[in-house]
């Protein structure tokens, strides 16, 4: 058998192992994944009558537990994203950070697939903190309310090998906040972004 054939064997040989041995890939009861990377929040484009919302792209990474091969739970946290606030159709006036952890349920359609595609739907806790202001807001003092809201996910996982795998996840999350100025109510902005996210992952 020369050196190429032999090669060749072992290389089939692997490979059927692979497709009909995907059992490693399986999640099962007591499993953890991590997942870590970047989600570009994009609120949606009209927030409030006064102001409106940017975009920002930060490092997240969520932890997932299996209770079975398909169902686990979700914890989403990030480094705090920064927004800037503008007037509608005007200069920005002001901008926020927040931190957004998300609690979901999970589920995992082909949990042996080298392809994984899952959803979610879970509660996302909203903190901003951090309101500065500027331009026509300057010296006024801008304070915006946590948010509880729903939060959906829906993401595929694509194994690299036993452990590690790439993902991406789309995410809508329901995030509307009270905003005062000087105390007083000035409106509620609806955030509800579209959240982005590419990750690495490591399932141990
Ligand atoms: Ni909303």
């Not at 102001?51 to 914890?75: K, P, Q």
């Not at 920005?92 to 739907?121: E, N, R």
């Amino acid at each position: 058998m020369t050196n190429a054939r032999s090669l060749a064997l072992a290389i089939a040989c692997s490979a059927g192992a692979a497709l009909a041995a995907p059992a490693a890939l399986a999640h099962e009861a007591g499993d953890w994944i991590v997942r870590g990377g970047f989600h570009t929040v994009d609120p949606k484009s009209d927030n409030g009558d006064i102001v409106e919302v940017d975009s920002d792209t930060m490092f997240t990474f969520d932890v997932t537990y299996f209770f079975n091969a398909n169902v686990g739970v979700e914890l989403l946290a990030a480094l705090p994203f920064k927004h800037d606030i503008g007037l509608v159709d005007g200069p920005t006036v002001a901008s926020t950070k927040h931190l957004p952890p998300t609690l979901s349920a999970v589920y995992h359609f082909m949990p042996d697939a080298k392809v994984q595609p899952y959803v979610g739907a879970g509660v996302n806790y909203t903190i901003f903190f951090d309101e500065q202001t500027r331009g026509a807001l300057d010296g006024t003092n801008l304070s915006l309310d946590n948010s509880v809201g729903l939060a959906g996910t829906v993401g595929v996982d694509i194994a690299l090998d036993e452990r590690w795998f790439l993902n991406a996840v789309v995410r809508y999350i329901d995030i509307d906040t009270d905003a005062k100025l000087d105390g007083a109510d000035l409106e509620t902005v609806s955030i509800d972004p579209w959240a982005f996210g590419l990750n690495v992952g490591y399932k141990f």
